[in-house]
């Protein structure tokens, strides 16, 4: 009898966990379009694929620093529907460890993923069951092999020393200029002006606008050219390309990181955050101006990847096609089919679970 009634027990917790998954939601939060429409309209694509019954998106407010109670109470709001299994966060701004901690307090079942945090690395990855950031060091090696294999023999680094003051850029800057001169390309450094300083964006864009055709000029055509700062993007781009230079990728590597607004494409509302458009139209454009093979990008903006990515990851977790709430190689494969080429991903010193993410580049040509 005691067998029977056990057997009953199970029976019916078997058929409510199957009622709840085959009921299944994920939740994506993520800043407003004011913050990074990027991120927001990867939510709206998810939503769109899967359906507003399956993926429910909230927003972290715009003044995150002062408001982090409002980002905690947003998270604990999605946590608080039982039929939530998942939750990406991207970006993982203040606040997302506080919110993960109150979320396992009455719902340890739940699968969190935050995507580019903000806070101390050692503590998202006690927090989270994945991580995923911008392996920012590991760059420097590659954009100075993604520069000779673009056909480089020099490579400029444009910045200024309160970017240079900063531990991971400067980390990047060394071994950037490390690989390059282990390629046989010449390592050059040039301090632009600071766009903090008292002659603005406007002055730090001037200088990059004037100085990009010197180089170019000084060294010949097959000269790189890296700038650490957004506002150097577009000029960099432009210059770039108007002087028959190399351009590797942006210090952001995004196909919406500055490209379009260097190249004069003007993006229509119905293609905003559609990626095979903008790759495309920024494809037309450089073999247009005669630059085919000389700009390069990553394929997927990250913070979309990582969107795409945890929300993919998170429906197989749910229908058990993933065992595990942290399988780096199902990641990796999933990132890998998004991108249309290969990932790495490799583990934060002193964790298992926090992965710093490098991308393959698309060349355009």
Known sequence: ???????AVVLVMLL????????????????????????????????????????IIATYPDRFMQE?????????????DPNVKAIIMVQAVPGAAAAVDRVREFRPDILIILGSP???????ASKADIVLNTDDIGRGPQIAEQA????????VHYSFPRHMSVETLAQRRELMKKRAEELGMLFVDEDAPDPTSDAGVAGTQMFISEDVPRKIAQYGPDTAVFGTNCAMQEPLIAQTIANGGIFPVQCCPSPY??????????????????????????????????AAGRVATWPVPVNMMFIQAGTYYAKEWIEG???????KAELMRIMADIAGRPVDLSEFPGTSNYYLYLSDHVVFQ
């Open 1 to 7: 009898m005691k067998r029977v009634v056990v057997l």
């Open 16 to 55: 409510g966990v199957g009622a709840a998954s085959a009921n299944w939601k994920i939740g994506i939060l993520t800043g407003t379009v004011t913050q990074n429409e990027e991120e927001y309209r990867m939510a709206e694509q998810m939503q769109k694929e899967f359906g507003p019954d399956r993926i």
């Open 68 to 80: 982090q109670e409002t980002t905690i109470s947003n998270m604990m709001e999605m946590a608080a």
């Open 118 to 124: 903000q806070e101390d690395p050692m503590v998202v």
């Open 148 to 155: 000779y294999a673009m056909g480089a023999k020099v490579l």
């Open 257 to 290: 990181h500055a490209l379009p607004a260097a190249l004069g494409i003007e993006v229509p509302e119905d293609k905003k955050g559609d990626l095979d458009w903008i790759l495309a139209a920024i494809n037309e454009k450089v073999v247009e101006k005669g």
């Open 321 to 327: 096609k993933i065992t595990s709430k942290n399988d």
